[in-house]
């Protein structure tokens, strides 16, 4: 990686190293999770089994497997580089992306839990017209879970090439960048059908949580490995990467990434208001993330989801802390020169600090390779466990939803349903895998935050009127799922992350009469306007009834599945 | 499902007693202020970083300047937060929810 400006031929001994490294853990990895999902298929046997584990998991365990879900490549790989680059702008993703967890704890995962059952359509339609509620849903759960997995199958696809150092030009085992790329997405795509079809929740828990600890483990070995060079000292350790980034002091403040300023005025205030769009589309983005809805279906009771989720802001805090020192450290022991060579967009970041950590600590370069590996076989595992998790939102959502109670108006027994829900995940792993291949050559990054956009935009506004407002309908529903749906995505083809600038996904086309690169702050308040008008156009009326029922369950878990 | 019961009476009828407002009224006073409070206080620190840079610019030591300690303000309170949210539920919410929840099951539908 770095050592491309060393010794040409040591480099390359390195190299090798390092990527039989690489492979070798990471096959021990894969090893590892086919057995534990070989062994919780044989205890998956009800539906309950299959789409939420049986109920089983600790709060603990949840808690683990939550941030196992969350906890994705874009965060470990994709903060600490946008640190390493922008400096202290990554660390606005850190704080959007922890803060979310209190709408979730405060608003979402007990109320969820008591009054649903499978997908997060179950406490949407409880009250409403099963059809129509359920198809939108699913339709919702589906573009979320797709866009996601979108950025995370591509984006290992480009990491693979990057981490095993196959260069443009360059072959390994025969293969060119374009081919391991391919090759790649292909085993990672394969990989989460295997995973998903065969272990269901529980197998899937269980991928996440082995994940979990790898990825906590493998962030504070390497943390501490950072403060350790700057002798504990938080001030040196910001001051070296502020110098070493030749930005200065601007590096450790707002502004370089986002927000910024430029002497045209408008411009300006564009770049701001973007900032404000994605601030607020991470912190309401989570508690409507639909991989991460049904987590709370895996413990007994509302009191397990609590702890679940406490347990994940504890797990998931410490982990965005950490990518505060692994995004500073690489700025200053790395340097961005060597960053931006290996990956423009800094994604190599973490890794390559993993080497030079290695390299100081561990003995030489022998030491840099085994860390370098390490780190990579970890991201790897990242990757495999949230495309697992999102596969399995997906299905269920398209089993449960729109198979079981929309196709065959909940007549479909629950071995259909199970078989359908298998079926599905291998139709999505299989239209995932040819989408990122087509996709693999275009800029997906904003694939994330479009997903979260969308998840605040038409399901959070859904998911909050149905637990809170008497008065939410049928419409209401359906309206603020499609109206925050198709605005978030139409905002975003709209705008200048698909056309119109240098970096878009089609640059030389100009459609980009939207400003702002993220949508959220014009779609969450749509979504949840058009919630509102459609309750009180609707010809519909709620079900005071039936909201009594909705809101004595919720509240006290009374007739829980 | 909501369909498996058609007879919703009892909840109903338990929606209407003092006891169940009671402890929806203790959830929404503790779960919508604080959803607020929160909220704000973030708004506040994304509407910081992105007009008032100068304020944010403040070394306070060595290099640890405003915006970073407002950043790691904002783990604190989360932090902060769920302890407080999972302490109240323990001791306010949960026995009321178990109590309502016992008598409306009953010992014979016990799951």
Not at chain 1, 141 to 155: D, E, K, N, R, W
Request: hydrophobic residues 55%; proline residues 3%; contains cysteine.
């Amino acid at each position: 990686m770095k050592l491309i400006n060393l010794d040409v031929l040591a480099a390359e001994a390195t190299n090798d190293t390092a990527r039989t490294l690489t492979i070798s853990l990471f096959v021990v990895f894969v090893i590892l999770t086919l057995g534990i999902t070989i062994w919780a298929s044989r205890q998956t046997k009800s539906a309950a089994d299959f789409y939420a584990g049986g109920r089983s998991f600790s709060g603990f365990q949840n808690g683990m497997a939550i941030g196992g879900d969350y906890m994705s490549a874009a965060s470990f790989l994709g903060i600490a580089g946008i640190i390493a680059l922008s400096g202290y702008d990554g660390f606005l993703y850190s704080i959007g992306f922890l803060v979310a967890w209190l709408v979730a704890l405060l608003l979402v995962a007990e109320l969820l839990r008591n009054s649903g059952k499978y997908t997060m359509a179950d406490v949407l339609a409880f009250r409403m017209r099963q059809k129509p509620v359920r198809t939108a849903a699913a339709v919702s759960t589906i573009t979320v879970s797709i866009f996601y997995l979108l950025a995370q199958m591509v984006g290992a696809g480009a990491l693979v090439a990057l981490l095993l150092g196959i260069k443009p030009g360059a072959t390994f085992l025969g293969m060119d960048a374009d081919a391991a790329k391919q090759l790649t997405i292909v085993l990672v795509g394969v990989l989460m059908i295997v995973y998903v079809t065969i272990g269901g929740m529980k197998g899937t828990t269980y991928v996440q949580i082995v994940k979990a600890f790898l990825l906590m483990t493998g962030a504070l070995v390497m943390t501490i490995m950072v403060f350790a060079a700057f002798k504990f000292n938080l001030s040196s350790l910001l001051g070296n990467a502020a110098d070493a980034s030749g930005k200065g002091e601007a590096f450790l403040q707002p502004g370089l990434r986002y927000g910024v300023e430029s002497a045209d005025a408008l411009k300006t205030l564009w770049s701001k208001l973007d900032l404000l769009s994605l601030g607020i589309a991470l912190v309401l983005g989570t508690a409507g993330l639909p991989h991460i809805l049904i987590r709370f279906y895996t413990v007994p009771t509302a009191k397990a989801a609590r702890k679940s989720v406490l347990w994940a802001i504890g797990i998931i805090g410490v982990f965005y802390l950490m990518t505060l020192a692994l995004g500073f450290g690489a700025a200053a022991l790395v340097g961005s020169a060597n960053i931006t060579a290996q990956d423009k967009a800094g994604n190599t970041a973490a890794p390559q600090l993993a080497q030079a950590l290695g390299e100081r600590y561990l003995g030489g370069e022998t030491g840099g390779s085994i860390l370098l590996a390490v780190i990579a076989a970890v991201a790897f595992a990242t990757i495999l466990a949230v495309v697992a998790g999102l596969t399995l939102a997906s299905s269920s959502s398209l089993a449960h939803d729109f198979y079981a109670n929309v196709i065959k108006s909940g007549q479909a027994s629950e071995r259909q349903e199970v078989n359908v829900a298998r079926i599905s995940a291998f139709g999505i792993g299989a239209v995932s895998i040819v989408l990122a291949i087509f996709a693999q050559s275009l800029n997906v990054a904003f694939l994330v935050a479009l997903a979260f956009a969308v998840a605040a935009s038409a399901n959070l506004p859904a998911i909050l009127y149905s637990l809170f407002w008497k008065n939410f309908n049928t419409s209401g529903a359906v309206w603020a799922i499609y109206g925050g749906l198709i605005t978030a995505v139409g905002l975003v083809i709209l705008s200048p992350v698909v056309s119109g600038a240098p970096t878009a996904m089609f640059p030389n086309a100009d459609f980009d009469i939207f400003p702002l690169s993220n949508p959220g702050l014009v779609s969450i308040p749509v979504g949840f306007f058009c919630g509102w008008l459609g309750t009180v156009i609707g010809r519909d009326k709620a079900d005071p009834a039936k909201f009594a029922e909705l809101e004595v369950r919720s509240i006290t878990g009374a007739g829980a599945h | 499902m909501s369909t498996d019961t058609p007879d919703n009476s009892r909840y109903v009828a338990v929606q209407a007693t003092d006891e169940f407002a009671g402890l929806r009224k203790s959830l929404r006073n503790f779960i919508f202020p604080m959803t607020v409070a929160f909220f704000l206080w973030y708004a506040l620190y994304v509407i910081l970083c992105a007009y008032a840079r100068d304020f944010m610019a403040i070394k306070v030591i060595g290099h640890v300047n405003v915006a970073l300690i407002f950043g790691l303000l904002q783990f604190v309170t989360t932090f902060l937060i769920a302890w407080f949210y999972s302490r109240y539920a323990n001791q306010r919410l949960d026995p009321i929810a178990d109590r309502i929840r016992a008598e409306l099951e009953g010992p014979e539908d016990a799951k």
